[in-house]
């Protein structure tokens, strides 16, 4: 089946006329090489795909797939079941879920979107305050929800998206059955430089080093950048930049291409007019922190809400930050679970397991 069927038109984002209109020329990249990559991802899915753009009520566009398997009898009482919705990181696109589509469209039918500003959907400005930038994420996906049809929905986030999934549920929460949140990024308050250990009669202060001053430096100086302005800034030498740098890629996909197809889409996604990408920096503080981290909001989901919180075992992104969302909300309706041998890429590196939890998921909700 076609992975891209036809009903869209200007299947590729104009250039942005801003100052950064002048990268493609530099690096070896257009919207055109990033849809016949993703193609060739998306080959690999067996079950009923359709791709397609949805637009916004502002024009902006995003790149949308909607996977059903025809082949599951129905009963013409049964009524249809909740849809999973799925959010890629930062970074990300579509065809990162190559390894789940199939899996989790088997009983329901699946979404997943390139969020505003990643991908092959379309790259506004966004504006360089943190709760704004957030905003407008949130916004779109709300958009989106509705030019859809949706009334409400599984939603599933990893990285970024479990950042924006939260905040959105946060603000739609009728619309949202059970919130998946697979290595989110975003919840811890960055540390504070010094410590206090304890209390009281002999009290220790523990005084956490300070980081010396040339890193201070270099910190201070890639703050003033996007995050991935260094394959941009590479030109011609950006793809060998992305395969020396991240070939971890290339292997979570091997048994599906033998050849660089990952970590081509990967820059692809990534060497364009940046976008979501300078929304992401307006929210981040030095290092990655974020400026408004989630386990200040957790509160404000639901009580009764259901959250499953998902970590990889050997992942940066330490699953401390799940067992204090349950305590702060409560550990009747939150739960966290640890997938072995699984790095940040949960979905990639154990695609198996992570399958098997979000399906029982998903079945606890219909």
Same mark, same amino acid.
């Given at each position: ?63 949308? %797939? ?83 049809? %949706? ?216």
């Amino acid at each position: 089946m076609d992975p891209a069927p036809a009903p869209m038109q200007n299947d590729c984002e104009s250039e942005s006329s801003s100052v950064w209109s002048w990268w493609p020329s530099w690096c070896p990249t257009s919207m055109s090489l990033l849809k016949t990559t993703e193609s060739k991802i998306l080959a690999c899915v067996k079950n009923d795909l359709w791709a397609r753009f949805v637009t916004l009520p502002n024009q902006d566009r995003i790149w949308t %797939l909607s996977l059903t398997n025809k082949r599951t009898p129905k009963s013409a009482e049964q009524a249809p079941k909740t849809p999973l919705v799925m959010v890629h990181g930062f970074g990300g696109g579509v065809g990162l879920w190559i390894r789940n589509l199939d899996a989790l469209s088997h009983s329901r039918t699946v979404y997943a979107f390139d969020l505003l500003g990643f991908g092959r959907s379309s790259r506004p400005n966004f504006p360089s305050d943190a709760a704004k930038a957030e905003e407008q994420f949130v916004n779109s996906i709300e958009q989106w929800r509705q030019a859809v049809g %949706l009334d409400n929905m599984i939603l599933l986030g990893h990285s970024l998206g479990g950042y924006l999934a939260t905040s959105y549920a946060i603000q739609h929460p009728s619309r949202v059955s059970h919130l998946i949140l697979v290595d989110p990024w975003g919840f811890p308050e960055q540390p504070k430089p010094d410590t206090q250990q304890s209390q009281g009669h002999g009290a220790e202060v523990v005084k956490r080093p300070s980081p010396p001053r040339w890193v201070k430096a270099i910190a201070a100086v890639v703050s003033l950048f996007n995050p991935l302005a260094v394959i941009r800034a590479a030109g011609p030498w950006g793809p060998g930049l992305v395969n020396r740098f991240r070939p971890d890629f290339k292997r979570k996909f091997e048994d599906l291409f033998d050849d660089d197809t990952m970590t081509q889409y990967i820059y692809h996604c990534n060497a364009q007019t940046p976008s979501g990408e300078v929304g992401f920096r307006a929210m981040t503080e030095t290092l990655g922190w974020a400026k408004r981290p989630m386990l200040q909001r957790v509160h404000l989901l639901p009580p009764f809400m259901p959250v499953t919180m998902v970590y990889g075992a050997w992942s940066w992104v330490e699953s401390s930050s799940g067992d204090r969302a349950a305590e702060i909300r409560g550990k009747a309706h939150t739960r966290v679970l640890l997938i072995k041998e699984a790095s940040h890429h949960v979905y990639a590196d154990q695609p198996d397991d992570f399958n098997r939890v979000v399906e029982n998921i998903c079945k606890s909700v219909d």
